[in-house]
């Protein structure tokens, strides 16, 4: 018989999230990598009964840029947390004219144009191929279209995120670029945050939550400061809303998850046994211990 296994879900975004009434026994702490130091420290504790590990992706205080957030050791940080899976909450501009400001859109596709970001754990000395045809887990994407309907939440299931490099937002021709590519919404964050997930084997979905229109927009530079500020102060309030209402529906002891998200190493490392390096071998064992040691 297959062994169930216990939740445990990690929570990347703002301030919003981990501020969220409700959650018992608090306790940040530090979790070492060999990667690095992930953006903050962790925050420990239980939310309807569930434990959950938030991590602020940009720090305490928004510190970090999106091409300087060292992406490896906030995943790993999680791994070794426990972490089972990871909702990922993030503010984006909307390419999509149905897709107005305060929308959640629960996303299932990723184009990555991010180009100085460390994208993988598998480096030289063990090489490893997964799939990502398919990086958010449709488990999760179920339960959060679930919480976001029972809640009342303005929200789309599916759609692409086009995650750019920043810091800089972009010019009208990338914008206008975007959208003939057929995607949906644009951020900075969430790659190659779903790409390591993926090699970590944990199962991985992303809200993005509208703050406005990208430039695209014929409106764009006629919306104030004031208004997009307005949108994320209420955008904070609505995640805290989803993640109260979707933690309950993760809540039960779980078989291996039907798309193979926590199985993605199996066949994937192509180095072999005795040519890999033993100094990455100890880096790896968080991520990868379960495919290594057998």
Sequence with gaps: ??????????LIGGSG???????????????????????????FGRLSGVRCVFLPRHGRGHR??????????????????????????????????????????IVDQFIDRT?????????????????????????????????ARGIGLNHRRGGTYLVMEGPQFSTK?????????????????????AKLAREAEMCYATVAMVTDF????????????????KVLLANAD??????????PLLAAPRPPCPAGCD???ENAIVTAPALRDPVLMRMLEAVAGRVLNT
């Excluded at 018989?1 to 990690?10: A, F, N, Q, R, S």
């Excluded at 999230?17 to 925050?43: H, K, M, N, Q």
Aim: proline content about 6%; some cysteine.
């Design 1 to 10: 018989m297959t062994d169930l296994i216990e939740p445990v879900i990690g």
């Design 17 to 43: 999230l981990y501020d969220i009434e409700g959650l018992e026994e608090r306790e940040w702490r530090e979790v070492a990598t060999p990667f690095g130091a992930p953006s903050d420290l962790l925050l």
């Design 64 to 105: 970090i840029p999106p091409s300087e957030l060292n992406y490896r050791a906030n995943i790993d940080a999680l791994k070794r947390a426990g972490v089972t899976e990871i909702l990922s909450l993030s503010a984006v501009g909307s390419l999509n004219g149905d897709l107005a400001p305060g929308t959640f859109v």
């Design 115 to 147: 180009f100085a970001r460390q994208k993988s754990f598998f480096t030289t000395g063990c090489v490893a191929h997964v799939s990502v045809a398919h990086p958010v887990c449709p488990r999760l994407g179920d339960a959060l279209e679930s919480a």
């Design 173 to 193: 021709a990338e914008s206008e670029m975007y959208r003939a590519w057929g995607c949906d919404v644009i951020g900075m964050t969430n790659m190659p945050e």
């Design 214 to 229: 990208d430039c695209w927009h014929p409106d764009h530079d006629a919306v104030s400061v004031e208004a997009v500020v």
């Design 238 to 247: 609505r995640a805290k809303a989803l993640v109260q209402a979707v933690i």
């Design 263 to 265: 199985r993605a190493l």
